[in-house]
Nanobody, 120 residues
Framework: QVQLVESGGGLVQAGGSLRLSCVAS????????MGWYRQAPGKQREFVAA???????HYADSVKGRFTIPEDNTKNTVYLQMSSLKPEDTAVYYC??????????????WGQGTQVTVSS
């Protein structure tokens, strides 16, 4: 069974940066798409960013120019580099993965989430 474990969340001041990590275990095959969602209190879970095998990436408009998924060929690992953080970025961030694409929004596996809190 595939398990995703996130790390790197925490408390940061507005304008600061954080780097989230997600490592998948329980599979020997490469997960084709790995990405991030987030859920703020009282809101629905929303797509943040994702990277596919081969290097293509996709970002939500709300984070373009501030968040990036660094290029990394480590199998079944994905990062989220967050910069210029805003209080509205406060949420639980979830790692998600799919064995194959091509959708950016359909995932089979989810992590437990890591809290990111941005203070004003």
């Amino acid at each position: 069974q595939v398990q995703l474990v996130e790390s790197g969340g925490g408390l940061v001041q507005a304008g600061g940066s954080l780097r989230l990590s997600c490592v998948a275990s329980g599979t020997t095959t490469r997960l084709d798409v790995m990405g991030w969602y987030r859920q703020a209190p009282g809101k629905q879970r929303e797509f943040v960013a994702a990277r596919a095998t081969g290097g293509s990436t996709h970002y939500a408009d709300s984070v373009k120019g501030r968040f990036t998924i660094p290029e990394d060929n480590t199998k079944n690992t994905v990062y989220l580099q967050m910069s210029s953080l805003k209080p509205e970025d406060t949420a639980v961030y979830y790692c998600a993965a799919a064995p194959s694409g091509p959708s950016w929004y359909e995932y089979d596996f989810w992590g437990q989430g890591t809290q990111v809190t941005v203070s004003s």
